[in-house]
């Protein structure tokens, strides 16, 4: 049984995420969409809101599940006996951060990480981007998944 996990702010899920889950979720046994609280930054939604979301447009992926954690993602790995993370590179600019952490995982508790190279659609998108463009009134529909759209531009109206 490989269970990997996707981790990740998702805040919100975009295209981009959505698109590496769903190849995920055809190579694997089960897939974990971890929502991860990262200190670091600001968000927008709240994780109960992160993971609603999350698995209204998930709801499809039968093998696919939506969790949370506010600790380090090799805890949470070694607690649910999941051996490797699954994380999109979209270009060169991802690489090193995403190099480092992977290294610090596997030096931590042996954890490995797989990448995808994020479909090259995706490859300019992020959340932070989507919050901006809709902060400034543009069109996000083709960034996250219609159900989305309105939420995010409520989430900002009322931030
Ligand atoms: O979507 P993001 O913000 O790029 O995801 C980064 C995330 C949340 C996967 C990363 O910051 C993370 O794993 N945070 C959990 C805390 C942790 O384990 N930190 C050490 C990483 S080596």
């Known amino acids: 049984m490989k269970k990997v996990v ?3 702010s998702f805040d919100p899920i975009t295209f981009g995420h959505l698109d590496i889950i769903k190849r995920a979720s055809s190579l694997f046994d089960e897939v974990v969409v971890a ?3 990262n200190k670091t930054k600001k968000s927008l939604f709240t994780v109960d809101d992160r ?3 999350i698995r209204e447009v998930t709801a499809e992926y039968k ?3 939506v969790a949370s954690w506010s600790g380090l993602l090799v805890d949470y790995c070694e607690e649910n006996k999941i051996q490797a993370i699954v994380k999109g590179l979209r270009a060169v600019t991802d690489f090193d951060y995403e190099l480092q952490m992977s290294q610090m995982n596997l030096q931590l508790k042996g954890v490995e990480t797989l990448f995808m190279s994020t479909a090259p659609a995706h490859s300019f998108l992020s959340s932070s981007l989507v919050k901006e463009i809709a902060a400034y009134d543009g069109d996000i529909s083709g960034y996250v998944p219609a ?3 309105e939420r995010v531009k409520s989430a900002l109206s009322n931030n």
């Open 6 to 8: 996707c981790p990740g």
């Open 35 to 37: 929502v991860l609280v």
């Open 147 to 149: 159900q989305l759209v």
């Open 51 to 53: 993971m609603e979301m």
């Open 63 to 65: 093998n696919v599940t």
